[in-house]
């Protein structure tokens, strides 16, 4: 027996039923741009998450240029990243013509380190893109004081975090802009790439919205220069069924977090993840840290447990940012953390009898270090 990392098949079978009798009259009308089910889930949404508005596009990448865009970034401007993230961040940044300025993450829950923050302000920094990474926000009330010191905008990365919290609000809600990513893998995952950008403010909203229709408010009147990036009806309608099954999802991902973090707890050479004072994650990932980290998830592979890494590689010595001119040692919590990093399986399915398997699996892996295996 097998154990998957994740298991979308397990949540389309649950989806299923309500979703395939909306498809059908979705094929039988051709109704696929626009129109009641993209309309009803960005309404639900924008209340899940506490926000005035939700504008629904093409995919996570671009919800983030978009809400950068529609805050004024521009070229030349500098957007502080967190270095320990997926490259879509700061790839946002890089396509509006900004300059992605990276800094370090804290040691114990590997998120954005508001010191570092402070110390790469610069006069041309003109936003903060904080990662809500693995599950759980940032620490958005230090974020939100610096912004404000300082003038900036704070845009929020929330493509893992569908449905956290923290003591100043819920991951998505507390900057002036948030963009977030459903693709299939994520806490609330469509059936092909889908994104948003949530805000309170109904001017950004307008702008968002503007520049994903061609900068089009009215067809063939073009207020700026846009991009084609909009949700469709297919994908609204799987999250608009997903989505009233997100928080008894969020749910049984915390439990499975539970018992992986009781577990292995005592387990020799593993170091399991712990939550920031306040927030309540929705494990995205489950990422441990753990010494001869190949060995072990070759050892993990072998076993068939399907474990993975987020991410390898911080984001300034991949070779896409090498002519910003960072260095090997500069950012050392993230540096020392790409090295042990390890995502164990996580998803709303996962049953207490599969993660004993994983646990096992990662026992023997662990303790097998230094015999030559």
Request: aromatic fraction near 6%; glycine fraction near 10%.
């Amino acid at each position: 027996m097998k154990v998957p990392f994740l298991d979308l098949a397990a949540q389309q079978a649950e989806i299923a039923e309500e979703v395939l009798p909306v498809w059908e009259r979705l094929f039988a009308t051709a109704g696929f741009i626009g129109g009641e089910q993209v309309d009803a889930f960005e309404c639900e949404y924008a209340e899940f998450i506490g926000v005035g508005h939700c504008v629904g596009v093409g995919n996570g990448t671009d919800a983030l240029e978009l809400a950068l865009r529609a805050v004024g970034v521009s070229p030349g401007d500098e957007v502080i990243v967190p270095v320990n993230t997926f490259i879509a961040t700061a790839e946002a940044a890089s396509r509006v013509g900004a300059v992605p300025v990276f800094v370090d993450v804290d040691p114990d829950h590997l998120l954005i380190d508001p010191a570092a923050v402070e110390a790469a302000i610069t006069p041309r920094t003109r936003a903060i893109i904080p990662v809500h990474l693995y599950g759980q926000t940032a620490p958005m009330k230090e974020l939100v004081a610096i912004a404000k010191r300082h003038g900036l905008f704070i845009v929020e990365d929330a493509a893992q975090s569908q449905g956290a919290s923290s003591s100043v609000g819920r991951a998505g809600a507390i900057g002036h802009v948030a963009a977030t990513s459903f693709y299939p893998g994520k806490n609330l995952g469509a059936a092909g790439d889908a994104g948003a950008v949530l805000t309170d403010d109904p001017a950004i909203a307008e702008r968002v919205r503007n520049l994903g229709a061609h900068g089009s408010s009215v067809k063939y009147v073009h207020d700026r220069v846009g991009v084609n990036s909009r949700l469709d009806a297919v994908q609204a309608a799987v999250l608009r069924a997903k989505l009233r099954r997100l928080d008894s999802w969020n749910a049984a991902r915390r439990g499975g977090a539970a018992r992986y973090s009781e577990q292995l707890a005592q387990v020799p050479g593993v170091r399991v993840p712990t939550v920031r004072p306040g927030n309540e994650d929705v494990w995205h990932l489950y990422v441990v840290q753990v010494d001869e980290r190949a060995r072990v998830l070759a050892e993990l592979t072998a076993a068939g447990i399907g474990a993975a890494i987020h991410y390898p590689t911080p984001l300034h010595l991949t070779a896409a940012y090498a002519g910003l001119g960072y260095r090997q040692g500069q950012f050392p919590v993230a540096e020392a953390a790409g090295d042990r990093i390890l995502s164990l399986p996580m998803f709303p399915h996962l049953t207490p009898d599969l993660q004993a398997m994983v646990v096992a699996a990662l026992t023997t892996a662990t303790t097998a270090r230094g015999t030559g295996r």
